[in-house]
DNA sequence: TGATATTCTTGACTTTTATCAAGCCATTGA
DNA sequence: TCAATGGCTTGATAAAAGTCAAGAATATCA
C-alpha cells in the first residue's frame, strides 16, 4: 500500500479512537485492491469474508430474488458495507458491484471480530456505525412504503441539490438506470417521473438537472426531516 | 418492582456479560411501566428518551407521513425497540403502541449511552443487538421491493407455521387488520390475498388458519433464507 | 341479552406501476 | 465516417394494489 493511502486510510471515521497500534496490525491484515467497473464485489448467500471500506469511487448494493432485482443503495468514498454480516459471521444479504473503476479496503472478518473483542472504541464505533446504517435503511423503507415514485424522485432531487450546494443546478451522477433502480422503479417510470417534473419547472437534458422553482418541487416532494435529512 | 420481574430482566441478552452492579444500577434507574392497549408509547420525531424493552405484551411499530401510515414491525416479549435513535441521541424515526395490555421496562436514554460508554460488554450486546436489528430490515426491505403481496402473505404463513411447530394449525396472532399493516397492503387486499390462497389448500376461518398442503404454499411462497428465515 | 361498534369481506372502480415494443439519440470504436 | 451498442423515451397495454361503498360477521359492553 502507498504511503498516502495508509495516511488516508488510518483517518476513517471507523477507527477513531482505536488503539494506534490495533490501526495498524488491522490495515497491514487488509488489503487495497482495485476493481474495474462492473465487477461483482460481495455476492448474496456468500459467507462473510471481508469488510468493505470504499476509498474511491461507486458501489451499487444490490439485491436478488426470483427474477427480479432491487438496488438498496449507492455508495461513494468512505463508505462501508456489509457490516453487519461481518460482524455477525453470517452470510451477505445483498451482492454489491463496482459502478465505476474503484478502490476498496478489504479488511478480512476475522479481524473486524477480533478486534470488536479486543479494542472497545472499535467496538464503540461499529455500534455507533451499526446504529447510523439502521436509521439510513428505516428511512429508506419508509421512503418506499409511504411516497409514490413521483414523490421519491422529487425528494431525491431536493436533497441532491442540498449536498451539491444548492445552486439549482447539478448532474445526475450515474445513468438514469441506476438512479430508477435506486428509486425503487422501472426505468420507462422514471421518464416519465420527469417528464412529470417538468410542470414544477424541472428541466433535465442529459445528465444535467436544473430545478427552477424549488418551493414548487417542495410542494410535490413533501420533503420530512424523518425520511430525507441525513442529519436526522 | 417485583423481585421476580427483577430476575426476569437481569437475564435479558441484553445484560449478557455485563458487570452485575452495572446491571443493578440500571435497572435502579429504570422504570417497569404498565400500559393498557392502544397506548402510544414513543412518538416519530420526539427526543429518544427511553430505550423500550417489551416485558409483557404486543406492540406495534409504525411511521407516518403526509396522511399515509405503515406497520415496520410487530413486537413481543424480550425485544426491544428504538435502539439507534437511543444511542445516537436523535429523534425517534418510528412510532410505537402497544397493542395489548403491556408492561416495558424504560430505560433512561442517558443510562445506556452512559453504559455504552462504561461497560465493554454492553457496548458489544448493543453492537451485535443493532446488527442483528439491521438485517432483519434488510430482510424487510427485501420483502417489500422484490414480492408482490401475495408472495408476502404466503411467506409469513409459512414462517408462522414453523415458529408454532409446523403442525400446519395455527391462530394469526393479532387482527387482519394489524397482519395487513404488517404485510404493507390495504385490508381488502388480504383478504383477496387469503381467497386467492384457498386455491392452495389455505383455509382461514375467523383467526384458525390450517395450511393443508404446505409444498403447493410453498410454490407460490417461493420462500427464501435471506429473507425468511430469522437465523440466517 | 340486545344494542352498538368494529372488523371483515366483496364488488366496482381508479390509480399506480410494470411490461413490451419500437424508435431515437449519443457514444464508442474500427 | 459509419455501424453498432446501449441508454433513454414514448406509446400501448396489462397487472398489481388502493379506494370507496355496502353489507355480513363478529366482538364489546351496558
Known amino acids: 500500500m502507498r504511503q498516502e493511502d495508509l495516511q488516508q486510510m488510518r483517518t476513517l471515521r471507523l477507527f477513531d479512537g482505536m488503539a494506534e497500534s490495533y ?21 448474496e448467500g456468500e459467507p462473510a469474508d471481508f469488510l468493505h471500506l470504499i476509498i474511491d469511487g461507486q458501489v451499487e448494493v444490490y ?29 451477505y ?21 477480533q478486534y470488536f473483542e479486543r479494542d472497545v472504541h472499535f467496538a464503540r464505533s461499529l455500534g455507533i456505525e451499526l446504529a447510523i446504517a439502521y ?16 414523490e421519491r424522485l422529487a425528494n431525491w432531487l ?30 420507462e417510470v422514471l421518464s416519465r417521473s420527469f417528464a412529470a417534473l417538468a410542470a414544477y419547472a424541472v428541466s433535465v437534458d442529459g445528465s444535467s438537472v436544473h430545478l427552477q422553482d424549488i418551493d414548487a418541487l417542495r410542494k410535490v416532494a413533501h420533503p420530512s426531516a424523518f425520511i430525507d435529512d441525513p442529519a436526522t
Open 23 to 43: 490501526v495498524e496490525s488491522m490495515l497491514r491484515a487488509s488489503f487495497l485492491q482495485r476493481f474495474p467497473a462492473r465487477v461483482e464485489l460481495a455476492r
Open 63 to 91: 439485491a436478488s430474488h426470483h427474477r427480479r432485482e432491487t438496488t438498496v443503495s449507492i455508495l461513494g468514498p468512505g463508505q462501508s458495507f456489509i457490516l453487519a454480516a461481518v460482524l455477525l459471521d453470517r452470510v
Open 93 to 113: 444479504l445483498k451482492s454489491a458491484r463496482a459502478l465505476s473503476p474503484s478502490r476498496i479496503l478489504m479488511i478480512p472478518a476475522e479481524a473486524v471480530r
Open 158 to 187: 431536493l436533497a441532491r441539490n442540498t449536498e451539491t450546494g444548492a445552486s439549482g443546478r447539478f448532474a445526475l451522477p450515474f445513468d438514469k438506470k441506476v438512479l430508477a433502480a435506486r428509486l425503487g422503479m422501472a426505468p
Open 135 to 150: 436509521r439510513d435503511i428505516v428511512k429508506e423503507l419508509k421512503n418506499q412504503k409511504l411516497r409514490s415514485s413521483l
